[in-house]
């Protein structure tokens, strides 16, 4: 069999496909645990409702941080964190 000069970089191509994907997979199981704590924060129709819906929401935020195998890293939780603090914001404001 004749080696292709495209033949390394399709492999190449690939192994990071399939890396990114298992790394998907890996932070949708995870981000889909805030789910129901954000949608009861959407769902606040009172500031005052805030409060009794954060230690859930910030106890799954730790918790993906300490167990994901790649959604662990600081950038990204301080953007998960600022997208939660804007959510609170947003409530606040109306």
């Given at each position: 069999?004749?080696?292709s000069?495209?033949?390394?970089?399709?492999?190449?191509?690939?192994?990071?496909?399939?890396?990114?994907?298992?790394?998907?997979?890996?932070?949708?199981?995870?981000?889909?645990?805030?789910y129901?704590?954000?949608?009861?924060?959407?769902?606040?129709?009172?500031?005052?409702?805030?409060?009794?819906?954060?230690?859930?929401?910030?106890?799954?935020?730790?918790?993906?941080?300490?167990?994901?195998?790649?959604?662990?890293t600081?950038?990204?939780?301080?953007g998960?964190?600022?997208?939660?603090?804007?959510?609170?914001?947003?409530?606040?404001?109306?």
């Open positions: 069999m004749v080696d000069t495209y033949l390394k970089g399709f492999e190449e191509l690939t192994t990071k496909i399939k890396a990114g994907s298992v790394e998907a997979d890996d932070n949708l199981l995870f981000l889909k645990s805030l129901e704590p954000c949608k009861k924060l959407q769902d606040c129709e009172s500031p005052k409702q805030i409060p009794e819906i954060l230690p859930s929401l910030l106890n799954r935020v730790r918790m993906i941080w300490e167990k994901s195998k790649f959604y662990y600081t950038e990204r939780i301080q998960l964190l600022h997208k939660i603090s804007n959510e609170i914001i947003k409530r606040c404001k109306q």
